[in-house]
């Protein structure tokens, strides 16, 4: 991966729907030459999907928590499909510490948070927090670009 790799990622993270002739221009290739690096980046697996970023809120899902839950990893085959099941699971993981599984869920009201939470805890104790606000929401990875080599003014 070379500097033009990372400027293109840098890119496609801000706006995945930038138009091919738009990244070219940025990164002085012509649009074939792009397209192609793409291709290649995600045969490479650095480019994993193309997302939507949608307002849970608008959609009437007012309640996002944080879970943690201690969960004996002799569970984790019956765990695992049961989580990976529930849409309203937004992300699960394994992580170090005094729990040792972290799910980011969203739900459209407390009760139907707590019947989740009545149903995780048949795997292990939990502990919940509720999100108040997000001052820092999810964005994509720093790739080490300079702020001088893609700067936000540049970005569609």
Same mark, same amino acid.
């Given at each position: 991966?070379?500097?033009?790799?990372?400027?293109?990622?840098? #890119?496609?993270?801000?706006?995945? @729907?930038?138009?091919?002739?738009? #990244?070219?221009?940025?990164?002085? #290739?012509?649009?074939?030459?792009?397209?192609? @690096?793409?291709? @290649?980046?995600?045969?490479?697996? %650095?480019?994993?999907?193309?997302?939507?970023?949608?307002?849970?809120?608008?959609?009437?899902?007012?309640?996002?928590?944080?879970?943690?839950?201690?969960?004996?990893?002799?569970?984790?085959?019956?765990?695992?499909?049961?989580?990976?099941?529930?849409?309203?699971?937004?992300?699960?993981?394994?992580?170090?510490?005094?729990?040792?599984?972290?799910?980011?869920?969203?739900?459209?009201?407390?009760?139907? #948070?707590?019947?989740?939470?009545?149903?995780?805890?048949? %795997?292990?104790?939990?502990?919940?927090?509720?999100?108040?606000?997000?001052?820092?929401?999810? @964005?994509?990875?720093?790739?080490?670009?300079?702020?001088?080599?893609?700067?936000?003014?540049?970005?569609?």
């Amino acid at each position: 991966m070379d500097t033009i790799d990372r400027k293109i990622l840098h #890119l496609l993270q801000r706006n995945a @729907r930038m138009p091919l002739k738009y #990244l070219a221009n940025k990164v002085f #290739l012509s649009s074939p030459a792009v397209s192609a @690096r793409i291709d @290649r980046l995600e045969k490479n697996g %650095f480019i994993t999907g193309y997302h939507a970023s949608v307002n849970p809120e608008s959609l009437g899902y007012h309640i996002t928590a944080f879970i943690n839950m201690a969960l004996d990893p002799k569970q984790k085959p019956t765990f695992y499909p049961f989580v990976e099941s529930c849409p309203n699971v937004l992300e699960c993981n394994c992580v170090t510490g005094a729990y040792s599984m972290l799910m980011k869920v969203c739900f459209p009201n407390t009760m139907e #948070l707590d019947a989740f939470i009545g149903q995780l805890q048949k %795997f292990g104790n939990t502990e919940t927090q509720i999100v108040f606000s997000t001052p820092v929401p999810t @964005r994509g990875i720093d790739i080490g670009l300079s702020d001088t080599a893609v700067s936000e003014k540049n970005v569609i």
